[in-house]
């Protein structure tokens, strides 16, 4: 198994701005939210809350907790499975 990198020191939210700006035409603005949200998971004393997952596509971005993700009929579930198996969006 190959060996991982290991990024540190990395400008989190430039980075991914710099992935948004390849990938999202529209609603750019949804990353001012995911900023927001990250920023609240890190003030967080609760582990569960640093967890995210994020995608951005054509026409926005999501960040939403993992945990969240994974518990059926929730919102992010249910936006999870649909931008993953109902579009033809690239995420």
């Known amino acids: 198994m190959p060996e991982q990198s290991k990024f540190e020191n990395v400008d ?3 980075s991914l701005e710099a992935i948004m700006k390849q990938n999202t035409g529209f609603y750019q603005s949804d990353l001012d939210i995911d900023k927001e949200i990250i920023a609240k998971a ?3 004393p ?5 967890t ?5 596509r054509p ?3 999501h960040c ?3 945990r969240d993700v994974f518990l ?13 198996e109902q579009t033809s969006d690239r995420v």
Not at 46 to 50: A, G
Not at 52 to 56: A, E, G, N, S
Not at 72 to 84: E, G, S, V
């Open 12 to 14: 989190l939210f430039a």
């Open 42 to 44: 890190a003030a967080s």
């Open 46 to 50: 609760n582990r569960e809350d640093k």
């Open 52 to 56: 995210l997952l994020w995608f951005c």
């Open 59 to 61: 026409s926005g971005t």
């Open 64 to 66: 939403f907790r993992e």
């Open 72 to 84: 059926k009929d929730t919102a992010p579930h249910n936006t999870w499975r649909f931008y993953m």
